[in-house]
């Protein structure tokens, strides 16, 4: 525990705001998140208890402190006796100088309400916590667990304690962001009936790296409330990730309201607070209501619309793409570009050592326009990695570039292999026809490379034994497609989907003998010719579309996603 010890000590008091993850909350998202839990000053929370599991400048501590004291204020003026405040709060801070700074505050605050410095004092000992909300001792319960957590990648956490966090957290999983094990124990310190609201991050509720995390939301607990805040000034600075606001309750599983960029308004976010958590007479147009949102570690589809009800009849009616016969990969991550990646010709080792690359730059027309550019491998046909004393070339070069090489984790991790790529080369895909698909586009990017290119790291890619690849690439150029990757992916800047893996697969495909002959044809022409509106027009006729299906694929209704 010693290494665990020394990294937490380290982040507290050598992090800065972007390595911790510390973005911060406008006050009005903030007093909506509160209104949303129902923890308002006209109930009684001298009852209640609330934790705030990284409270850094303390925007919403501070504001959940107002509200106690508003609270136990009126209690006392109608005559009732509210008990000590002890147990109202817990709030956890790791980082050592927001801890203080914030403390500070807090006992302001409560020498404006008239406490004597002692019992500020000693409130403020029982209320706050200087640590690491994963690892601090808290008590067992509370009703509500309010925040916004911090948004950190896993290559920023020191090793030993992230080991540490993987060993307490089963939703630590692949390469989810330090929030998603914060929301699993805030979950798991919920009462029955308590509720949990954070503002953070939606990437997890689609993405692979959330399913554990899904899982344990549709078995035990209520997604009552959803709020995309997507486009909506929700932060005191611009975030990458765009965020949501969830409302989770440690109760039996129900519908979801659902809501979408909200006006950063006083009023307006009370209002909706009220109409999100139940207490409206009648549910305002804003407000959807959807069941069946959470479902095992499936992602969740928190659309409103005629696009969503398209794609669940088609995912009712054909078979998930790699089911079709297909299968969907990943291009080479080296660990160390430049090392690995250079001119083909350039490259001077033995030429079975070195694969034509295919780069996202060489498919931007649409063709394949390759830039000459190769890859060096370090594997043999069979799997194992080469013997280097066989290649002399192979081995001057990787010498040469030693210390770039060796550095990677993935080297540290075994030595005596120091050399690999993060990810296997297989030659046999360089030579297979296949489709490449860039990661980011606004749009499907499908180009067909015959057979001759190995695949980059950036770029995905499919290929089949069943389905003509100049058919399905006037599939995955459709209208279509892009109407499933909008459904499943996360939304980024711009505009842009995520044309991954995870989501390619989702797409429904019938199967290749059930296509008509003339129809094959008119698919592969349309690919060939880049004619994306007869791509859309026989892909349409292949999924049996109605008229109505196809303006909504095409994103041309008013109820479209």
């Known amino acids: 525990m010693c290494q665990v010890t020394d990294a937490v000590r380290e982040l507290a008091h050598g992090a800065g705001a972007d390595e911790r993850g510390a973005i911060f909350t406008r006050p009005e998202v903030v007093e909506f998140i509160l209104d949303l839990v129902g923890y308002i000053p006209s109930a009684a929370l001298y009852k209640k208890s609330l934790l705030e599991p990284s409270f850094g400048s303390g925007e919403f501590l501070l504001a959940a402190i107002s509200r106690l004291l508003s609270s136990t204020a009126a209690a006392r003026k109608r005559g009732v006796e509210a008990p000590a405040l002890d147990g109202c709060i817990r709030a956890v ?52 667990v309010v925040g916004n957590p911090p948004y950190v990648r896993q290559e920023l956490i020191p090793a030993a304690l992230l080991r540490e966090y993987r060993r307490r957290y089963a939703t630590l999983y692949d390469r989810a962001d330090l929030y998603i094990p914060f929301i699993e124990r805030g979950l798991r310190l919920l009462k029955p009936g308590g509720k949990l609201s954070f503002i953070c991050a939606d990437r997890w509720m689609k993405n692979r790296y959330g399913g554990p995390l899904r899982a344990l939301v549709a078995s035990d607990f209520h997604l009552q409330a959803y709020v995309d805040m997507f486009d909506t000034p929700a932060f005191h600075s611009e975030v990458v990730a765009y965020p949501a606001i969830t409302m989770i309750e440690r109760s039996s599983p129900g519908p979801t309201l659902v809501a979408a960029r909200p006006k950063i308004e006083g009023p307006y976010l009370r209002e909706l607070a009220k109409a999100l958590r139940g207490q409206a007479k009648a549910l305002p147009e804003s407000v959807h209501r959807l069941d069946g949102v959470a479902n095992g570690d499936e992602p969740w589809v928190l659309q409103f619309s005629d696009a969503t009800s398209l794609v669940r009849r088609i995912e009712q009616a054909f078979p998930a793409l790699e089911e079709a016969g297909c299968k969907v990969g990943i291009g080479v991550a080296t660990g160390a570009d430049k090392a690995y990646v250079a001119k083909f010709e350039e490259l001077d080792i033995e030429p079975s050592r070195k694969l034509p690359l295919a780069m996202t730059r060489d498919i931007i027309s649409g063709h394949v326009e390759w830039r000459g550019y190769g890859v060096v491998n370090p594997f043999t046909d069979e799997g194992p ?13 990787l010498e040469a570039h030693r210390s770039a090489i060796a550095s990677r984790h993935v080297a540290k991790k075994d030595e005596k292999r120091w050399y690999r790529t993060i990810d296997r080369i297989t030659p046999s895909l360089a030579r297979r026809p296949k489709l490449l698909i860039p990661d980011i586009k606004g749009d499907a990017q499908v180009v067909y490379e015959e057979g001759l290119l190995y695949p980059h790291h950036n770029l995905y890619y499919v290929v089949s034994d069943d389905w003509d690849l100049r058919a399905l690439q006037a599939v995955l150029l459709s209208s279509l497609t892009r109407l499933f990757i909008a459904t499943y992916s996360t939304k980024m800047r711009g505009g842009f989907l995520r044309f991954q893996a995870q989501y390619l697969r989702r797409i429904r495909l019938p199967l290749w003998a059930d296509v008509p002959r003339d129809l094959r044809t008119r698919l592969a022409k349309a690919a060939r010719a880049l004619d994306l509106a007869a791509c859309d027009a026989t892909t349409f006729e292949l999924y ?5 299906e196809q303006l909504i694929a095409k994103g041309m209704t008013t109820n479209g996603s």
Not at 102 to 110: D, H, I, N, S
Not at 115 to 144: I, K, T
Not at 385 to 394: A, G, I, N
Request: charged share 25%; aromatic share 10%.
């Open 93 to 144: 801070e790791l980082h050592a100088s927001s801890f203080t700074q914030t403390r500070g505050q807090v006992l302001r605050l409560l020498d404006s309400h008239g406490f004597e410095a002692a019992e500020a004092e000693r409130l403020a000992g029982h209320w706050l916590a200087h640590g690491d909300f994963l690892l601090a001792p808290l008590p067992e319960s509370f009703d509500f």
């Open 385 to 397: 990695l080469v013997d280097l004393r066989e290649y002399p070339k192979l081995a001057a070069h």
């Open 544 to 548: 049996g579309l109605t008229e109505e």
